[in-house]
């Protein structure tokens, strides 16, 4: 599966408890966090997130007046396996398609992972993919 889904860059200031406030905020409007990747400043944490929800997560985020960038992102199933993301790394690269950003997670007894990415072309991305 290969498809574009909304993701937010939510901007938190850099200290304990605001992850958590975000996070009950979206539980308590029944949004679900899909995939979540937190990258740290000095002051800021940028957390990246897609989410089951995308309309009711904005409302959310809004009302706790955080700071949101909005971007469409791939997020794409892969095998569990060694080399798999070195395989659509190498397909990206063929296209002429460059890797923004990626995250991605799978447990060790999972057959399949799921993969977000961050690309210059998300259409030229899925027809080099599919």
């Known amino acids: 599966m290969i498809k574009i889904e909304r993701q937010f860059a939510v901007f938190l200031e850099n200290r304990p408890g605001m992850l958590l406030r975000t996070c009950q905020a979206l539980a308590a409007a029944k949004v679900n966090i899909l995939a979540l990747s937190i990258l740290d400043t000095v002051d800021h944490a940028i957390v990246r997130m897609v ?29 569990n396996t060694a080399g798999a993301l070195a395989g659509v790394a190498e397909r990206l690269a063929e296209a002429g398609i460059n890797i923004e950003y990626a995250y991605c997670t799978a447990s060790s007894g999972q057959p399949a992972g799921a993969l977000v990415l961050r690309t210059n072309d998300l259409e030229a991305t899925i027809n080099a993919l599919s």
């Open 51 to 79: 989410v089951d929800k995308a309309p009711e997560a904005e409302q959310v985020l809004e009302r706790l007046h955080a700071m949101v960038q909005r971007h469409d992102v791939i997020v794409m199933d892969v095998p």
